[in-house]
């Protein structure tokens, strides 16, 4: 088992990394935290998809010296997804913080049980 363990590292790193993120997500009850374990969630899903796309002995999808037999390189799909996901996980990221911002320039905390009660009072004496 440690010997498989060893031999793929670059998957046990990325499920770690998943974990801790979801762990923090659960867990953590201010908002940047989360946010936080939001970002190390993406990473352990982008170096999962990395190390799976990644065959070692071949090279990049780039035909030189005139060898085309597709056997001779990785295939550009996860790359390409990881790419991909990297773009929306800085979209993400960026509108998650403007959303914080807001919520602490009118609540003054970003601990969730303090703006959940916070709203639930200006909702009751409207």
Do not use: C
């Not at 867990?27 to 374990?37: M, S, W, Y």
């Not at 597709?70 to 790359?79: E, G, K, L, Q, R």
């Not at 991909?84 to 905390?109: E, F, K, N, P």
């Amino acid at each position: 088992m440690l010997a498989n363990l060893l031999a793929n590292y670059e998957e046990a790193v990325a499920v770690i990394l998943f974990g801790i993120g979801f762990t923090m997500l659960l867990f953590q009850n201010n908002l940047f935290k989360k946010l936080i374990g939001l970002n190390i969630m993406d990473t352990g899903t982008f170096l999962f998809l990395a190390s799976m796309g990644y065959i070692r002995g071949r090279k990049a999808p780039i035909i030189t010296d005139g060898v085309t037999d597709a056997a001779a390189y990785i295939n550009p799909v996860p790359a390409g997804l990881v790419l991909t996901g990297i773009v929306v996980s800085v979209s993400v990221t960026a509108i998650m913080l403007s959303l914080t911002v807001r919520l602490y320039r009118r609540y003054h905390t970003l601990q969730l049980d303090e703006i959940y009660e916070m709203s639930k009072h200006q909702t009751e004496d409207r």
